[in-house]
């Protein structure tokens, strides 16, 4: 890469959520001093939406840039949510919620997961649901914003989004261009490469433009224009741990439960995720395709939906893996372009998110640093990998044997490092805390229970209180959040008062 003076002149392939959200990011963080941004998309080529339920990390980014949260949530036609729902995951008819907030209080030194864990061993029937108040609020349909206290037990967790990701992108267009950014339609016909150094230097566009670039950021989707067809980046395939490589995706009518959470329901050959927005449902079948046709996926999802189909279902094919190298010389790719992991756990646009936000102190500014491109690949490499394994978890740790892929997925060899994950909580319920990457504690916590992974054993620290004193208190923290969630306000009212969606006050013809 040639020395750069500042502003850097940076080009992002590729729109949708990806490349509207690098655009809005760095236009609203650096500015126009720091670098110059164009941005190549063309409505000719579709974008890819597996979902649009997010994680909290969603706020955060989103008042990065500026975005406020009422006009996002009326525009986007948003919904609140505090976790994600599992039917039947860890077997027919069980169910649990893995939720965005702690369970319990810690308490003599350890968290709460570990007083529980004595209390079950001791044989107590406790479900540690009823001691988050994310999970109860969302089983009664409840929403708040959390405590600003955190003495209180309602202050224990956060929230995030269901959002139209295509509207959410349009918005996000609008802030950047404010910014500055300099969208061009068109479609890129030819990389063309450095013979010196072999960077990008610049893109041939079908119109006949070159468009020269100090830095290139590859928004492209799966075809993965820069880093993978023209760079050469290596796919690594996961598609031996998470074998489902279709979805179908089909829009109904408004949920009538308005439920402040994503739902995903196991299937025969996968599984069927349903998010509610405020004018209508998301619903998908998410299959592998070597244990069920296309037709009969199709028809799974059709048969299972609650509300009217507002649609055909759509099909798209993808592997679970990632690029080796996110970032390879003057490039970086973000999205599905960087590599692709189920929705499972709502992960998608999360995984942009955090690749924006590791890339952004890291921005070159003189000739690339191979370091800088080590240090993003290294922490991309964390974050895919531990989401992986978490996606991995739910899959391998079912009581299901009733059909060839959760057979497959019982009986599959898993990765080290999950096996060692596994291997340090079945005995005690130990979980090793990092500093880095997406799921922490209480989300194992939460998957594991509600997979059914009980440990032996648990910490020496909990025998601290008399078993009766400890199931007392348990019982007692159990009312007092159930008694908080009820006070709560339903969802539905409070969505309809903080953020009614803009296309429903104008289809009622009452004023925003």
Known sequence: MKPVKQPLNLVI????????MAAAAFSRVLG????????????????????????????????????????MMRETSATFKLGIDFVDWGGKGRRYVHP???????ALGLPFYQHWLRAVQGGADLDIGDFSYAVVASRLNRFDFPNADPQRIDSTYSYAYHFDASTYARLLRRLAESAGVVRTEGKVREVKLDPLNGEIAALALESGEDVAGDFFVDCSGFRSLLLGQTLGAEWESWSQWLPCDR?????SARATDFSPYTRSTC??????????????????????????????????????LPEEALGEPRMLRFEAGRRLKSWSRNCVALGLASGFLEPLESTSIYLIQVAIMHLLPLLPTTPVDPALADEFNRRIEIEYERIRDFLILHYHATGRDD??????????PIPESLQRKLALFQHSGYIEQYRDGLFTLPSWVAVYAGQGVIPTGHHPLAEGLPYDRLIADLERLRDEVRQRAEAMPAHEDFVGRYAPALALVQASGAHP
């Open 403 to 412: 059909s060839e892929l959760w057979r497959y997925c019982r009986a599959m």
């Open 32 to 71: 126009p001093g720091v670098c110059r941004i164009r941005l190549i998309e063309s409505e000719e080529i579709g974008t890819v939406g597996v979902g649009e339920a997010t994680l909290p990390h969603m706020k955060s980014f989103n008042d990065l840039i500026g975005l406020d949260e009422v006009e």
């Open 100 to 106: 965005f907030g702690d369970h319990g209080r810690p």
């Open 247 to 251: 979805a179908f995706a089909v829009p």
């Open 13 to 20: 392939v590729g729109g949708g959520t990806a490349g509207w």
């Open 267 to 304: 299937r025969e050959a996968g599984w069927q995720w349903r998010i509610p927005l405020q004018h209508r449902t998301g619903n998908g079948h998410v299959f592998a395709s070597q244990f069920i046709s296309e037709d009969e996926a199709a028809a799974t999802l059709m048969q299972n």
